[in-house]
């Protein structure tokens, strides 16, 4: 009958009810032990430092070569990047006709730029340009210091090259200078050979072979030789030339000095065995995590 039909459908819906209200309860009571699970500290864990960067291996490079010549007695200087072209050229005795003074190898700006002369080259009395090399820190170090001088120079340059295995438009070099008096080859050569045991290490040696810069004479080029008996060839050297002292205002019948530079990206590459450079720019993680 309907009074039989109407009991049992509420004794339904309660249980339905119940059934729901249980369910309800039994999950807010999962998610308030699913937080309290999700926040809980065990004071007890060991921790491991988080994953840091570090640097790059250029840098690391740079870092080495700077700890390596202030050990060895040096000290550091720096100069501007965007540079005039006497202190990147008339400064350093290199003539007007030098291939290096052309905007073929050069990245003159626009700045002080008189229109361009007949042949289509800068007027070299008010060129301004991004140094292709550090020497001319040597001049402003000159200019700027008091002999004696044992300085080194670490920097980027620009050169219109193009990249591949051994080249980048956009590089690092190092350079040292050392102004005293009776500076002879024997103390360049001495000082090429004790860094190059105190940066590679005591198995390697160095040599001196004759070259030419416009900026020394007599000049040389160091080479390193590995373990193995191979030679490098690592950079350029030389006795400070009479004129780039003069240019630096000082006496060369008072003062004489060496100097020597090398590319700081090639000495990473040399160090690590790295085929290419451009690897050292690419940004690849997987390469980068290697060092």
């Known amino acids: 009958d309907r009074k039989a039909f109407g009991q049992a459908i509420n004794e339904a819906i309660g249980v339905v009810q119940q059934a729901i209200d249980d369910r309800r309860a039994s999950l807010s009571s999962d998610e308030v032990a699913a937080r309290i699970a ?3 500290l065990d004071l007890t864990e060991i921790m491991v430092r988080p994953a840091r960067g570090h640097a790059h291996l250029v840098t690391q490079a740079w870092e080495r070569l700077e700890d390596v010549f202030i050990g060895l007695g040096f000290q550091v200087a720096e100069g501007p990047e965007v540079e005039t072209d006497f202190y990147n050229f008339e400064a350093l005795n290199m003539p007007r006709s030098h291939p290096a003074r052309s905007g073929f190898d050069t990245l003159f700006t626009d700045y002080h730029q008189v229109p361009a002369a007949a042949d ?3 007027d070299h009395d008010t060129a301004v340009l991004l140094r292709t090399h550090t020497s001319p820190v040597q001049i402003r170090v000159m200019q700027s210091i008091e002999p ?3 300085m080194i120079m670490p ?3 620009f050169r219109r090259d193009t990249p591949d295995a051994t080249h980048m438009p956009v590089f690092h070099q190092i350079e040292g200078l050392v102004i005293d008096r009776n500076i002879t080859m024997a103390h360049l050569a001495g000082t090429i ?3 190059t045991k105190a940066f590679f290490g005591g198995e390697f040696t160095s040599r001196l072979r004759p070259n030419y810069f416009p900026f020394t004479e007599p000049s040389a080029e160091f080479d390193i030789q590995r ?7 690592l950079g350029g050297c030389g006795m400070v030339h009479p004129n780039v002292l003069r240019a630096g205002g000082l006496d060369p019948e008072v003062w004489s000095g060496f100097a ?6 090639r000495m990473a590459r040399e160090r690590h065995g790295i085929d290419d450079i451009r690897d050292m ?3 690849d993680i997987r390469f980068i995590e290697q060092f």
Do not use: C, H, L, Q
Not at 227 to 233: L, N, Q, R, V
């Open 281 to 283: 720019y690419s940004n």
């Open 120 to 122: 289509g080259e800068p």
């Open 38 to 40: 999700g926040e809980r």
């Open 260 to 265: 020597f530079g090398f590319g700081i990206d």
């Open 148 to 150: 004696p001088i044992y």
């Open 193 to 195: 050979d004790a860094f």
């Open 155 to 157: 920097g980027r340059v």
């Open 227 to 233: 373990p193995d008996g191979t030679w490098i060839e």
